[in-house]
């Protein structure tokens, strides 16, 4: 569709290990790797089998060096999405080592973002995860270690991980404290269909919420998001792939849209679920019979609801006209 190829695109949920290309990764890695140890086959059959093809992308990312790399070559990747503004997350806790401190860990994804920056003129604001397997006091101290650079370079906060086996009600405390701190955040909700972790979520504090599938028939948690504007990312080809919906038919977008939740398109992972912007929005134009104005208002809901300052989003919302 060539409404969608010239469409300004906004990404907002997008994890930078599930997107390193297989280009990049075979240069961090030194050798030629199979695709399919990248991303997952048509035939996906659970989360569980989609979470595995994150271990060869952590084991790449060992250096200053290997995130900078992959920072800036996921920036210069954007161009030919024709993506104008990119929110990439990643846990600096799954890398930390002996040789490789967190804050080194976001210096290096900083530096390799403003560098990608400077070469395509795309905007990319980053955000940190907590993962929900960590003890809390862990994710605390984190939050405080990278807190002086919020506002140069990470703009949030975001909580990832196994949602069934760590609620979100084991997380409301170190939130609270997230905020007490200025931090802005999403947190992952809802894609293990308990909706309570989504209302738990937006009680905390989250201004967006990652997935949002369990919102699906929820009248008034679905009021709840909307009266509070809560950004909703979704990501409709990988939750597909994970099964966090039967099929194409019980997807939840239609119902979100006419809700009126602020609903956003994104890829959650570039390489493991071998997607696109264009892709997605394709996917959903075709499956749902969705106009162009439709497919514009997710890029005007992601500018309005970005982690970025006015002015950018000002500039974003020009853009796409």
């Known amino acids: ?29 030194g050798r030629e790797v199979d695709g399919s140890l990248l991303s997952v086959s048509g ?15 952590l084991s790449a990312l060992t250096s200053y060096s290997a995130f900078k790399k992959a920072a800036k070559d996921f920036v210069l990747n954007l161009q030919a999405d024709n993506v104008i503004y990119a929110e990439v997350r990643f846990a600096p806790l799954l890398s930390v080592s002996e040789s490789l401190r967190t804050r080194d860990i976001m210096e290096a994804v900083i530096e390799g973002l403003k560098e990608g920056k400077e070469l395509t003129g795309t905007d990319v604001g980053l955000i940190a995860c907590a993962m929900r397997h960590h003890d809390p006091e862990k994710s605390l101290r984190m939050f405080s270690e990278i807190r002086d650079y919020l506002g140069y370079g990470l703009n949030a906060l975001d909580l990832a991980g196994d949602e069934s086996k760590y609620p979100m009600d084991l997380f409301m405390d170190l939130f609270k404290k997230a905020r007490s701190m200025g931090y802005p955040f999403t ?24 997935h949002g599938i369990a919102l699906s028939g929820q009248k008034d948690a679905i009021k709840l998001c909307k009266d509070k504007r809560i950004g909703i990312e979704m990501c409709p080809i990988s939750n597909l792939q994970t099964k966090a919906v039967d099929n194409i038919s019980s997807y939840p977008l239609k119902e979100f849209i006419k809700a009126g939740l602020l609903v956003t398109i994104n890829t959650d992972n570039r390489i493991v679920s071998n ?8 996917f959903v134009a075709n499956e749902f019979a969705l106009d162009e104005e439709t497919l ?16 950018i989003k000002h500039g974003l919302l020009n853009k796409i006209g």
């Not at 469409?7 to 997107?19: F, N, Q, R, T």
């Not at 035939?43 to 992308?57: A, G, I, N, V, W």
């Not at 997607?275 to 394709?282: H, N, Q, V």
């Not at 514009?296 to 002015?311: E, L, T």
């Open 1 to 29: 569709m060539d409404y969608i190829k010239r469409l300004p695109k906004i990404e907002l949920h997008c994890h930078l290990d599930g997107s390193i290309s297989k280009a990049t990764m075979e240069e961090l890695l």
């Open 43 to 57: 035939d996906c059959t659970s989360l569980t089998e989609y979470l595995q093809k994150f271990d060869l992308p």
């Open 187 to 210: 947190i992952h909700a809802g894609e293990c269909r308990d909706v309570r972790n989504v209302v738990l979520s937006v009680e905390a504090g989250a201004s967006r919420i990652g």
């Open 296 to 311: 514009k208002g997710f890029m005007i809901n992601a500018a309005n609801v970005a982690f970025a300052d006015d002015n």
């Open 275 to 282: 997607s696109t912007m264009e892709k997605e929005l394709e």
